[in-house]
């Protein structure tokens, strides 16, 4: 089956500053791969996605990067903000609506 | 206001004494799913379900057990607790062939 490395575990940056999360997957059939952002006491929130016939894909400071042959995606986001802070999740989906997690990255935006 | 409702937020309980997490979802999806959170193993699915009747396992299914008798509810149930199920679980929903997934607030459960 999938499974998902995701790097690192913690991030720290300074507010304005720009931060990267990195994902690895395992399975060349997968064909969506989503992002998800936790906020304390709360469930997990789709901020972004990339599909496996795009490369990159932006939504204001937010974007994502998809290398197919590589089998990597990366969350980027610029001009950090406190609101930034959170806990990140990738995900790789397998089909049958399995999406397979990544083990999280907690983001701490310093002001 | 379309949203997955999970209860109880927080639950204390003791090894042995069965329990129920409730899930409720208002926006008609087909799909239900559970999940576990644990530091540094993300979200693992412990079960899911694709409709009404229609259930199987995730990745770690022991000692749990699901239902679909309505489409709106999806309810988790440990008949067996231990303390290797204290963890922080979600419950999610998507349907119309979309692949977001909508999750609840979570249930931290404590076995104790």
């Known amino acids: 089956g999938e499974n998902v490395e995701q790097h690192p575990s913690t991030l720290s940056v300074q507010e304005g500053d720009s931060a990267v999360i990195k994902c690895t997957y395992s399975d060349s059939a997968s064909n969506y791969f989503p992002w998800y952002k936790q906020e304390l006491g709360k469930g997990p929130q789709l901020i972004i996605d990339i599909r496996s016939n795009v490369g990159e894909k932006k939504d204001q400071r937010i974007a994502v990067t998809l290398n197919k042959t590589a089998k990597h995606f990366s969350l980027h986001i610029t001009e950090t903000q406190p609101e930034d802070s959170a806990v990140y999740f990738c995900?790789?989906?397998?089909?049958?609506?399995?999406?397979?997690f990544g083990q999280g990255t907690r983001l701490t935006i310093n002001p | 206001e379309a949203q997955v409702t999970q209860n109880p937020r927080y639950l204390i309980t003791v090894t042995g004494k069965k329990l129920t997490v409730t899930c409720s979802q208002n926006?008609?999806?087909?799909?239900m799913s559970w999940y576990r959170q644990d530091p540094g193993l993300g979200l693992r699915q412990i079960y899911y379900?694709?409709?009404?009747?229609?259930?199987d396992k995730g990745d770690v299914p022991e000692g749990y057990k699901v239902s679909r008798k309505e489409k709106r509810n999806f309810p988790l149930i440990l008949e067996s607790p231990s303390p290797n199920q204290t963890s922080l679980y979600f419950c999610a929903s998507t349907g119309g062939g979309n692949e977001k997934l909508f999750f609840g607030s979570g249930t931290q459960l404590s076995v104790l």
């Open positions: 995900a790789a989906f397998q089909g049958a609506q399995k999406l397979v």
């Open positions: 379900s694709m409709n009404v009747e229609v259930t």
């Open positions: 926006m008609n999806h087909e799909y």
